[in-house]
Nanobody, 126 residues
Framework: QVQLVESGGGLVQAGGSLTLSCAAS????????IAWFRQAPGKERDFVTT????????YYADSVKCRFTITRDNTKNTLYLQMNSPKPEDTAVYYC???????????????????WGQGTQVTVSS
């Protein structure tokens, strides 16, 4: 199993930058696809970005492409989300999630992720 803890959320001005982290427990972190999802008030949870277990492949939602960057450091069991030029519509609770099985392929489907962090709030002011 994988346990995930997000950090780094807070208040940021539009056009600024913010980096979220997701610390994972377990010796097998490096074998799991990891993703970021987000949930805005009154809305469903949406896919943001995902990264393969090797770190070699990344995928982004169109809404964040070219602004957000996902990376992972398997030596530190940590996932990152670099948010550049955030917009007010990026305001949400951000969750990191690990895939249900090891050595899988990246996916934007929420049901393929079995392990979730508690979330971290990101608020973007205009």
């Amino acid at each position: 199993q994988v346990q995930l803890v997000e950090s780094g959320g807070g208040l940021v001005q539009a056009g600024g930058s913010l980096t979220l982290s997701c610390a994972a427990s377990g010796r097998t972190f490096s074998t799991y696809v990891i993703a970021w999802f987000r949930q805005a008030p009154g809305k469903e949870r949406d896919f943001v970005t995902t990264i393969s277990w090797t770190g070699g492949n990344t995928y982004y939602a169109d809404s964040v492409k070219c602004r957000f960057t996902i990376t992972r450091d398997n030596t530190k069991n940590t996932l990152y989300l670099q948010m550049n030029s955030p917009k007010p519509e990026d305001t949400a609770v951000y969750y990191c999630a690990a895939a249900a099985s090891r050595y899988g392929s990246p996916s934007n489907r929420e049901y393929e992720y079995a392990y979730w962090g508690q979330g971290t709030q990101v608020t973007v002011s205009s």
